[in-house]
């Protein structure tokens, strides 16, 4: 069964203080491994995938990497607008698309 | 707009009554997922469509619950007798589900409250 831990939990940063969000996950063979933002009351909105070991990718203040293991999401100089629970979520090569398996979430505060 | 929509936004039912959730994908998206969050727990996967059949139904939580699509393009999520432990807010996803283009682009949910 695929299976996705993300920590931490809940992560407090003060503006421009860079961290890491860590996605550690378990498939039978990975499809592809994605990364949601979500905002209270909204539906979660895509911010990158990625296919294989090694692959990075950027956008903003955000970039994702990923391993054989483990996914991360480095927040550079972050600003309280990058408040929001991020998700992760693998997917299994199975068929022509597949469900995503979802970790529980790290919710993000960018404070003054 | 081009998103993903669901309607109602929001919906308070009482038990045992049904309720039916609706979801337009996007354009062109041949494939569509219904997900389950409910407080503090993760996106739970319901039932996945290919056009109008549904090759994955494993996270269809009872026979209370089941979909349709209709025309490609539009589906409806119906639960049954609801129960309490139904509230959570029900998202529709939607992708082209071709080689190498899968993001699944998500609708704002419907909340559903089960008194």
């Known amino acids: 069964e695929d299976q996705v831990t993300q920590s931490p939990e809940a992560l407090r940063l003060q503006e421009g203080e860079s961290s890491s969000l860590n996605c550690s996950y378990t498939?039978?063979?990975?499809?592809?491994l994605f990364w949601y933002r979500q905002d209270p009351g909204k539906g979660p909105e895509f911010l990158f995938t990625?296919?294989?070991a090694g692959e990075e990718k950027e956008k903003e203040r955000l970039k994702a990497t990923l391993t054989k293991k483990e996914s991360f999401l480095h927040i550079t100089a972050p600003k309280p607008e990058d408040s929001a629970t991020y998700l992760c979520a693998v997917q299994a090569p199975t068929g022509t698309a597949s469900k995503l398996t979802f970790g529980t979430g790290t919710r993000l505060q960018v404070t003054l | 707009g081009a998103g993903v929509s669901q309607s109602p936004s929001n919906k308070v039912t009482e038990k045992g009554k049904d309720v039916e959730l609706r979801c337009d994908p996007i354009?062109?998206?041949?494939?569509l997922y219904w997900y389950r969050q409910s407080l503090g727990q993760g996106l739970e996967f319901l039932i996945y469509f290919q056009g109008n059949s549904a090759p994955d139904k494993s996270g269809l939580p009872s026979d209370r619950f089941s979909a349709e699509r209709t025309g490609g393009s539009v589906s409806t999520l119906t639960i049954q007798r609801t129960q309490q432990e139904d509230s959570a807010v029900y998202l529709c996803?939607?992708?082209?589900?071709?080689?190498?283009?899968?993001?699944?682009?998500f609708g704002p949910g419907t909340r559903l409250l089960v008194l």
């Open positions: 354009s062109g998206h041949t494939a």
């Open positions: 996803a939607s992708s082209l589900a071709s080689s190498g283009e899968e993001t699944q682009y």
């Open positions: 498939v039978s063979g990975l499809r592809g």
């Open positions: 990625l296919y294989s």
